[in-house]
C-alpha cells in the first residue's frame, strides 16, 4: 500500500515539475545543464502515507478557516475567511426554500469541526450551514417561509453574502432549480423547540398551553434505546402499566394506566393486546399529558405518546450498526436514504432491524424479531407532496407473566425463575400501511389528508397462573391459548390557515377523522387437570406434555367486534400581541359499537356522542418564558365488556392544568413546571372473578406536579432531567373501598441522564453518559393489597466519535438492582425488570 502512496505522491509531483515556469524556460543544452543543476531537494517530495497525500491535496485548494454570521438591518451576512488567497465567486440556486451557493476549489478547515451550522440567526432565517463537499464547499441558507436572496461580494481573504429573508412568493424562485421535498436530517441534540401532535399544527412547545415532552433521536441513541420503555422512562409522570407477559407495551401516564398502543405519526391504533414498538426508525417520541381527545378522539385522559418515524432525505444517507450484548443479544440494523431521481423529486427511506436474545429469564424460548420499513416521497409539484408508508413486524418471544406476590411483597425466589413453561410464547405479525398528501394553496393555507391501515394478528400459548397458596407455595396454571386478530383503517383531513382579524393573528385549524376497527379473537383454556401446578420454590416443568389446540375449550372471550368512528374539530389560536395568546377548539365524536358472542350468538351495540373542548391562555412577559393555564376534557368509550356481556358507559374526564415553559441558556435548555388536577369517571378495571371481563372502578382523582428539561448547558454537555409526583386515587365507588390508590402509579418518578463528548484536541470525540432512573413503591393490584418497592437504577455509558464511525459501549442498571416495573392485573404476575446489562455497538454513516 504505501508504495502506492508513493507512486501516486510521485506522479502528482512530477506533474508540478514538467509545468513549473522557471525550470522548462530553457531549451536544448543550456535547458539540460538548468535541469543538471536543479536542488532535487526544493522539488515538492512525494506523499508516504494517506494524511501526507491529503494534505498536499489540500494545499492546492483555497483553505476557509473561519465562518462568521452577522446580523445586518435587511437581515444577516455571511463571511467565509480565508488564510491567504481568495475564494471564487460562486453561483446561486434555489433548492425548496433554501438558497444554495457552491464555492468551487475549496476546502473547509474549521478548528471545531468539519462543519459550521447556526439556527434562527435572524427572522426569516431558520438554518445556515457551511459543509464541505469533496473540492466544493456548500453554503445553505435556509428561510422560513420563502426563499432567501443574497448579494454576493469578495474581497481579500474575504467572501461575503449579504442575505435578504424571501417574500414568501414561490413562484419568484429559479424554475430549473432542483425542488426538494425534504431538506435532509441534522443533529438537534437534547433540545427541541416545537413538536407538531399537540395542536396538529408546527408550533413551538412555548406557544402551547399543555406540558408536551419530547425525547429527541439524539437521546434514544446515547442510551442505545432498544424498547419505548426505555425512552419514556426520561419524562416525568410516565410508568410502565403492564407488559402482557413480556410481549406489549402500556403505560400509566399522570396516574391512568393507557392500554391502549402508542401512536405513529398521529396515528392512534387500538390494539387491545398490543406489542413491543420497534425503536429503529423512530426520529422522536413526543409525550402528550393531559386529556387530548381533541386530538384523537377516544383516548386516555392521562395523555398518550406518539412517535414520529424517520423520513426520506435529499442527498445520500447510509448508515450501517450492529449491536452485541448480555444474554445473547444481537441486533444488526441499517438506514438508506436519499434520491431516486436526478432532480430530487422522488426521495426514498429504508429502515430494517433484525433482533435476536435469549434474555435474563430462564426459558427455552428466544425471542427474535424482523423489522423493516420503507418511505417513499413524491414531490408532485413545489406545492405539492405525497409521502407513503409501510412497516412489516414479525417478532416470537417468551410468554412471560413474572413472579408472584406472597403476603405484601414480592416472593423472595431468584428474579430469572420463570413459573410458566419454559416454551411459553407469544407469536405476532403486524402491517401498518399509509399515506400523507399535502398542498398549499399558498403561504397561508394549506391542506392535509392522511390514510392508515394497521393489521396485528397474534398467537399466545402458555401456563397461566391462577392462585397461589402462600404457605405451601403451590401455584396452580392454566393452559391458555390467546387468538387475535385486529384490523383499523383510519383517516384524516386537516385545513390550516394563517390569517388577521386588524392586528390579532389567528392560526386556524379544522380537521375531520373517520375510522373502523375490527376485532376477532377467541380464548382457549384446558379442562381441569391437563394443567399442573407449580412449586415456586422447587419448580418442575414439563410434568405433562402441551395439550393441543382441540383439547381446549372456550374459557374467556370469544367474539367479533367493530367500531366506527368519526369525529370533526376546530382550533383556533390567536396571537393578540406578542405577550398573550389564546388556544381555543373543540371536537365533536360519534362512536357506534357492535360486538358479538360467537358463542353464544348474543349482540350487544352502543352508540355515543361527545364534544370535548379545550381553552389554554399563554402570557409571556419575555420571548423566553411563557405563563399557561388551561382546561380540556375527555371522551372515552369502554371497549370492554362486563361479564353478563353488557358494554360499559363511557368514561369521561375533564382537567385543570398551570404551568411555566422556559427557553433557558440563550434557547439551548428548555424546562417545563406543571400542576394538574384530572378527574375521570366510570373507569373500567379488570373483573377480579373474571379476567376477561372488566367492572366499572367509579371516579377517580388524579392531582401532581412535574418538571422536565432537556438541553444543551454547554458546548458538547447534553442533559435530559425529569421529576413527578402523582396522587391518584379512587374518590367515589359502588363496589371498592374509597381512598385506594391506583395500581400500578407511583407516587414520585425522576430521572436524570447527562452525556458529553470532548470538543478538541487528542481526545477529540470521546465521550462519557451517566444516568439514574427512580420509580417510588406502588400498589401492585387494584385492592391494594402488595406493593411494588421502589428502586433506583443507574447507567453508564462510554463513546467514541470519529469521522463516519461511532462506538459505544451502554451499561444498564449498573448496580445490579434487583427490581420489578409493573404487574399485569395483580397478585401473581409481577414482572421483574432487567439485571446487570451491557450492550456494544458500532457504527458507520456514508
Known amino acids: ?106 476546502v473547509l478547515v474549521l478548528p471545531k469541526g468539519e462543519e459550521f451550522q447556526i439556527a434562527n440567526p435572524a427572522e426569516g432565517i431558520a438554518l445556515v450551514t457551511v459543509t464541505p463537499r469533496g473540492d466544493e464547499v456548500r453554503v445553505a441558507i435556509t428561510g422560513i417561509d420563502a426563499p432567501p436572496t443574497a448579494e454576493v461580494r469578495s474581497f481579500e481573504q474575504r467572501l461575503l453574502l449579504s442575505v435578504t429573508p424571501g417574500s414568501g412568493d414561490a413562484a419568484e424562485t429559479d424554475d430549473d432549480a432542483i425542488q426538494i421535498f425534504v431538506t435532509g436530517e441534522r443533529d438537534e441534540g437534547y433540545y427541541v423547540p416545537d413538536a407538531s401532535t399537540a395542536t396538529r399544527t408546527d408550533t413551538p412547545l412555548r406557544d402551547i398551553p399543555q406540558s408536551i415532552q419530547v425525547i429527541p433521536r ?30 406489549g407495551e402500556y403505560f400509566n401516564i399522570r396516574g391512568f394506566n393507557n392500554f391502549t398502543p402508542t401512536a405513529r405519526n398521529g396515528f392512534l391504533f387500538r390494539d387491545s393486546l398490543g406489542f413491543l414498538a420497534e425503536t429503529a ?57 436519499g434520491p431516486l431521481t436526478t432532480d430530487g423529486s422522488l426521495l426514498y427511506r429504508l429502515n430494517g432491524v433484525y433482533e435476536y436474545s435469549d434474555g435474563f429469564r430462564d426459558y427455552d424460548q428466544n425471542a427474535e424479531r424482523f423489522f423493516i420499513a420503507p418511505v417513499l416521497a413524491w414531490r408532485i409539484s413545489d406545492n405539492t407532496t405525497l409521502t407513503a408508508e409501510l412497516e412489516y413486524l414479525n417478532e416470537e418471544r417468551p410468554f412471560d407473566r413474572g413472579i408472584p406476590a406472597v403476603g405484601d411483597e ?66 396452580t396454571r392454566l393452559f391458555r391459548l390467546n387468538d387475535d386478530l385486529t384490523e383499523s383503517y383510519l383517516l384524516q383531513t386537516d385545513l ?54 382441540s383439547d381446549l375449550t372456550v374459557v374467556g372471550f370469544n367474539s367479533s367486534s367493530r367500531t366506527d368512528s368519526l369525529g370533526v374539530l376546530l382550533q383556533d389560536q390567536i396571537a393578540f400581541s406578542d405577550q398573550f395568546k389564546v388556544l381555543i377548539g373543540g371536537r365533536f365524536d360519534i362512536v357506534d359499537q357492535e360486538s358479538e358472542n ?9 352508540y355515543d356522542e361527545a364534544f370535548s373542548p379545550r381553552i389554554g391562555v399563554i402570557y409571556q412577559p419575555i420571548e423566553a418564558l411563557s405563563l399557561y393555564a388551561s382546561y380540556s376534557r375527555s371522551f372515552t368509550p369502554n371497549f370492554g365488556t362486563l361479564a353478563d356481556g353488557s358494554l360499559l358507559e363511557p368514561q369521561r374526564a375533564t382537567q385543570y392544568e398551570i404551568g411555566v415553559k422556559a427557553d433557558l441558556l440563550e434557547d439551548q435548555l428548555f424546562a417545563t413546571l406543571a400542576l394538574y388536577d384530572i378527574t375521570r369517571t366510570n373507569i373500567p378495571t379488570t373483573d377480579p372473578n373474571n379476567l376477561d371481563f372488566v367492572i366499572p372502578a367509579g371516579e377517580v382523582r388524579s392531582q401532581g406536579i412535574e418538571l422536565d428539561l432537556s438541553g ?15 396522587d391518584a386515587r379512587v374518590t367515589e365507588s359502588n363496589n371498592l373501598p374509597e381512598e385506594l390508590r391506583f395500581f400500578n402509579v407511583p407516587r414520585h418518578t425522576a430521572s436524570l441522564w447527562t452525556t458529553y463528548f470532548i470538543q478538541s484536541g487528542d481526545l477529540e470525540g470521546l465521550g462519557f453518559g451517566a444516568g439514574i432512573f427512580y420509580v417510588g413503591e406502588r400498589p401492585g393490584d387494584f385492592d391494594n393489597t402488595f406493593e411494588l418497592p421502589s428502586y433506583l437504577r443507574t447507567d453508564a455509558a462510554i463513546y467514541y466519535r470519529r469521522g463516519n464511525w461511532r462506538a459505544a459501549l451502554n451499561f444498564k442498571n449498573l448496580f445490579n438492582v434487583r427490581h420489578f416495573t409493573s404487574t399485569d392485573f395483580g397478585r401473581p404476575t409481577i414482572q421483574p425488570g432487567a439485571l446487570f446489562t451491557v450492550i456494544g455497538s458500532v457504527s458507520v454513516e456514508f
Not at 73 to 95: F, H, K, M, R, W
Open 1 to 106: 500500500m504505501r508504495w502506492a502512496i508513493a507512486l501516486t505522491g510521485s506522479i502528482v509531483n512530477i506533474a508540478l515539475f514538467l509545468i513549473a515556469p522557471p525550470v522548462c524556460a530553457g531549451e536544448g543544452s543550456e535547458g539540460v545543464e538548468k535541469l543538471r543543476n536543479i536542488d532535487l531537494s526544493t522539488l515538492p517530495q512525494p506523499a508516504r502515507t494517506v494524511d501526507e497525500w491529503m494534505q498536499q491535496m489540500a494545499q492546492l485548494l483555497v483553505q476557509v478557516t473561519g465562518v462568521q454570521v452577522n446580523p445586518t438591518q435587511n437581515g444577516i451576512e455571511v463571511v467565509l475567511e480565508t488564510t491567504d488567497e481568495q475564494l471564487a465567486t460562486p453561483a446561486t440556486s434555489v433548492v425548496g426554500n433554501a438558497l444554495i451557493a457552491y464555492i468551487p476549489n475549496a
Open 712 to 726: 444543551e448547558i454547554l458546548p458538547g454537555w447534553n442533559v435530559i432531567a425529569s421529576y413527578g409526583y402523582n
Open 598 to 606: 360467537l358463542t353464544s350468538g348474543i349482540v350487544s351495540s352502543q
Open 218 to 247: 439524539q437521546v434514544i441513541e446515547d442510551q442505545q434505546v432498544v424498547r419505548l420503555e426505555d425512552a419514556v422512562r426520561n419524562v416525568s409522570g410516565v410508568a410502565s402499566a403492564g407488559s402482557f407477559g413480556g410481549t
Open 410 to 475: 414480592v416472593a423472595d425466589i431468584p428474579i430469572d425463575r420463570i413459573l410458566g413453561e419454559p416454551d411459553d410464547v407469544r407469536e405476532v405479525e403486524s402491517l401498518r400501511v399509509g399515506y400523507r398528501l399535502e398542498h398549499r394553496f399558498n403561504e397561508d393555507w394549506t391542506v392535509r389528508n392522511a390514510f392508515s391501515f394497521y393489521s396485528s394478528d397474534s398467537f399466545d400459548f402458555r401456563a397461566e397462573p391462577q392462585e397461589l397458596n402462600e404457605s405451601t407455595g403451590e401455584l
Open 281 to 337: 426508525n423512530i426520529e422522536r417520541v413526543e409525550v402528550i399529558k393531559g386529556p387530548a381527545s381533541f386530538l384523537a378522539g377516544r383516548i386516555e385522559p392521562g395523555g398518550f405518546i406518539n412517535i414520529i418515524t424517520r423520513q426520506p432525505l435529499e442527498e445520500p444517507y447510509y448508515l450501517i450498526e450492529t449491536s452485541i450484548g448480555s444474554y445473547g443479544f444481537v441486533r444488526p440494523r441499517f438506514d438508506f436514504s
Open 496 to 549: 390550516q390557515g394563517n390569517f388577521r382579524t386588524g392586528s390579532i393573528e389567528h392560526r386556524l385549524l379544522v380537521g375531520f377523522d373517520l375510522g373502523r376497527e375490527t376485532n376477532v379473537g377467541i380464548a382457549l383454556g384446558a379442562p381441569e387437570g391437563l394443567t399442573p401446578s407449580i412449586n415456586i420454590f422447587n419448580p418442575v416443568y414439563d410434568v405433562i406434555p402441551r395439550p393441543e389446540r
